[in-house]
């Protein structure tokens, strides 16, 4: 049946084997019809925000909460760092983010945020998926469903886009592997070998694939395999890449170097500079991946380079969405996998453990209420006193914001049903 | 001398003939030039293989059992493969990497009816799969080129030479967990085990546990493990067996106080102080402690067993076996006024009794089934794509192997071959059922897989690239090249300077870091110009036999002579070749991947195939993107193989004689098989019409195809 890869997408291949399994197993249409009217009906139809694209920027590691976001003057578990005022009254942050600081009417600050998983690799997949990591299956991200539901609009690139030097993978989970990220290893490098190689011209080119595709086609009815399918349907999508008018959106030495210099010359502050033109060209999902930041050692000596960093870069961010009147329609996340030990563990230079019951995240734009924060941890960072947010409810935010249905099922090709944030609660108040 | 050395600070002219052998070493390799070395550490490793006869009884034994597992699901097992598919399957999941044209051809014309046994045997004992299996334990052991506070270059020597000598996989585990050390000196690069963890003892338990049991315990790092039996106080336990563990160690030098105040009063200049502060850094890092059995429970400590700060004694998570008794001794008032020493994690007067020996014991030992299971699992998957175990690495009580017999028989045979996984993966490539042809993972789910025959799978990133690299030049397990962000410490590798400020005084190690990048450079450069020098007139002369051989040929054309022409233009081909390599030009990235730094930098090929970027464990990728096929159409093939000359594979092309021919040397470098009669003739079609051109459109077409992408 699927011989003709590349004509069935994920949702027409799911129906045909729904189907299949309908009629071979006598089974009602009401239990299987996944995206028919009967499901939508069952779930209040979710308004959300006024979102059209994301960009996800993830502090890989653990990002400290006490030093960031979440400060608490006085504690005796809060260390050397200082809070410092902002642009929002009574939203006080830590010193590592001047910058940050004078862009906070923006944002809506997550303070009690809880997870379960304390281990980097579990606590990754759970905060991208919602969902435990699991031998059986692979849940995809929030990149993927946005892609999955939202399509790409009208550009040529790629919807889904992940920047960044991590290699856990691009996120698509059961979902066919278009929807899952366009890795981009290096912001300067960009987009590479998008062009055809000197001697080639469009003819030529053309003639390879053809025989290309002949031969893929032979060796496709030899071995129907999933991601053998993947490879025919990539091809495809480069083709549409190389032939997209928004390829200079890749290109960073368009900008001017003053507005480069204020995103930081760093790879993370290029990359939110990458990001910001990928937006601007109709990307509608871009995640940033920023590492480094798992502070067992030495963590308020860290801190100082990795906020100095990240506050540039995000403030630069919000700042030039905000000016380009696209902060309104823009979702700006910042998350991270756990926040770290209130304890300060002197014997390691003041370093801070793993700490996944309290953490903290940001929500700008996109229709949330700046200016806010949301949650409370006590008054030493160690527990949640009030609007826990668990991890699915953070991402039920997003996908709130975006419009995605988060009550939609949406069956795996082993026919079980998932959702967009796995029945996560979105925190409808953050929406004005 | 003189020359090099300017005046110290101190007065005087360093004489230290640890420096001039030191310098002697490094800029003989020409850390310019990126000149490339045979490379040493790539020799195949001889071991003494059991009788084959032995071997095959143990391959017969595991077909049986595939076969008992087949029959209870009722379904057959997959056709045998050819030759063609063996060599090209083989060499990559034994090698890593394609068989060149000349390797293909020479394993297809064979005629020795033992020759797939004989292969499997040659490749086993062969550099390239010390270079592959490196790439495995790479991903497993997240080893880098650069860990926290010292170069990766140790950790990576220990775990390459492990490789090479064919070291017992209980042994080599052993070797990591028992390190002790300054791993700057030569032979303590096992240190780097611990050292990858720097500073987080608990998180290198759980990896410890995780990797070589299989077993998750991470989640029992906070709290009780929500979905397995381990509770927090368990793993406390066992982090406790690398209790008192320092990972700071004495440099090779006496004198590191005085160094340090002349540093702190600012009497040296600024670079001077930084490249001390550089040199001096990795002297001080290695593991001292056979470990003190005890550990502290967190300070939040909240699960009802203990009390938080409680100090708790090693025990064995499965048996919970003390196998260590710890002793806390008496502290006097001195003692215990004296502040106290953080590096015993917060234990005064704890003594270091053994307990990583004894821990080493307990986790290698045969008497552990999960060790051998585990490690027989992932060679198994290694070589047939899916574990029969799947996670590898999430075993419960509750875990059922997808043919628990066979599961046993090969966690039997792992001890009973004293964990010698050449022996193991030999019995394993020589089965019937690894040499069926694949299935695919749609058919089936992996849970369950039932070996019909091993899964289709897409070459690794390492896999790809060491393909491409095949493709592009000869030989190409014999190349390395210098690693120059191995050589940042004055100029020397970490080894080199361990073993030259070994004994310094002060003013000599100050002396030392007075010579600055420019002079380093200099000293260098001078060394690279005369290589060049050597190399020019080489060239020179090269371009001489060039010329006058082409002569020849060109006469022999005129003559007719056709034997004579061909035996010429093969002796213009080995020259070319031959100078080709000595240039070095092009050629400081054409390495295998597991000669490249660890992980190869962000948007390099092999990262885009989904290499790991070592941070996390077997955290490589095999998911397709978009970023991949433009790679393959636009990239790397098209610009530095198929549109240069001098590539082996054009060498082969041009070797040809006849249309045809050329034809199938092309399909038998790329694909490892000779074209179907419909696919010659397309190509001859092909040929005819556009000319010159098309050797590139073939090419093209057959790397940007899942037949390359795929091993079947």
Known sequence: ?432 | MKRILKPSLAGGYLQHRRILIAFLGFVGLGIFSGALSANENGKGASVTLRPISETLSVSRKIDELVAAGLKKRNLQANDPISDEVFVRRVYLDIAGRIPSYAETVEFLEESSGNKRQHLIDQLLDSKGFVSHQFNYFADLLRIKSRLRNVPGQPFIDFVKKSIRENRPYDQFVRDMLTASGNYAERGHGAVGYYLRDFGMPEDNMSNTVRIFLGTRLECAQCHDHPFDVWTQKDYFEMVAFTGGVMMRVDPPFENANELRQMQRKGQLPEETRRNLQRMLRPLSYGVQGSGTGLARLPKDYQEADGEPNEIVKARTMFEKKELVEPVIAEVGKKGKKRRQNPRDRGITGAKQVNSREAYAEWMTSAENPRFSTVIANRMWKRAMGVGLIEPVDILTDETVPSNPELMNYLSSQMVEMNFDLKQFLRAVYNSHTYQRSASVSDDEELTEFSFRGPLLRRLTGEQLWDSLMTLAVDKIDDRSVVNLYNRQYQGMDIYEIYETTKGMSADEIVELANMSKEEIRKKQRSEYDKQQAKLNAERKQAAAEYKSLQKKIQKARQEKDYATQKKLKAQLIELVQKNRKKSGRNSRDMVRASEMSSPARPGHLVREFGQSDREQIENSNSEPAVTQVLSLMNGYIETRIASNPNTQLMINIQNQPSTEAKIDAVFLSILNRRPTVEERETWKGEAAKYGKTVAADLIWTLVNNSEFLFIQ
């Open chain 1, 1 to 432: 049946m699927s011989r003709k890869q590349g004509t069935l997408d994920a949702r027409s291949r799911r129906d045909f084997v729904t189907g299949a399994a309908r009629s071979f197993l006598g089974l009602g249409t009401l239990a299987f019809v996944p995206g028919s009217i009967l499901a939508d009906s069952k779930s209040a139809p979710s308004k959300g925000g006024t979102a059209k694209r994301v960009i996800y920027l993830y502090m890989s590691g653990g990002m400290t909460h006490l030093d960031t976001f979440d400060t608490k003057p006085g504690a005796e578990t809060q260390g050397p760092c200082e809070s410092i005022k902002t642009s929002a009254p009574g939203v006080q942050i830590s010193e590592y983010f001047p910058q940050m600081a004078k862009q906070m009417h923006h944002v809506a600050v997550i303070n009690s945020l809880s997870s379960t998983q304390g281990a980097h690799q579990q606590g990754r997949y759970f905060m991208h998926t919602s969902y435990f990591m699991r031998g059986t299956i692979k849940h995809p991200d929030m990149g993927a469903w946005s892609s999955y539901f939202k399509g790409k609009g009208d550009t040529k690139l790629p919807g889904n886009v992940k920047i960044g030097g991590n290699s856990s993978g691009l996120g698509g989970g059961f979902l066919e592997s278009k929807y899952a990220a366009l890795p981009i290893g290096d912001p300067e490098a960009g987009l590479q070998n998008s062009t055809l190689p000197s001697g080639v011209d469009e003819d030529r080119f053309a003639r390879r694939m053809k025989r290309a595709r002949e031969m893929n086609q032979k060796f496709l009815a030899r071995y129907d395999d999933k991601q053998v399918r993947a490879y025919s349907g990539m091809y495809d999508e480069a083709v549409k890449v190389m032939k997209s008018d928004d390829l200079k959106a890749f290109d960073l030495s368009s900008e001017k170097t003053a507005v480069r210099e204020k995103y930081g010359m760093d790879r993370f502050g290029q990359a939110c500079l990458l990001a910001r033109r990928l937006v601007e060209s109709g990307v509608s999902f871009v995640e940033i991946d920023n590492g480094g930041w798992d502070t067992h050692v030495d963590n308020f000596g860290r801190l100082e380079t990795k906020g100095a960093v990240l506050d540039q870069a995000m403030a630069a961010l919000v700042s030039e969405l905000q000016e380009r009147d696209m902060l309104k329609d823009t979702l700006v996340v910042l998350a991270t996998e756990f926040g770290r030990t209130p304890q300060i563990v002197t014997e390691r230079q003041n370093g801070r453990n793993h700490y996944p019951k309290a953490f903290s995240g940001l929500l700008i734009g996109g229709g949330i209420q700046g200016g806010v924060k949301y949650g409370k941890t006590d008054k030493e960072g160690r527990e949640v006193e009030e609007n826990l947010v668990e991890v699915p409810d953070f991402n039920a935010t997003i996908g709130y914001a975006l419009g995605l249905p988060l009550e939609k099922d949406v069956f795996s090709p082993s026919r079980r049903p998932f959702r967009v944030a796995h029945k996560g609660k979105p925190i409808t108040s953050l929406f004005g």
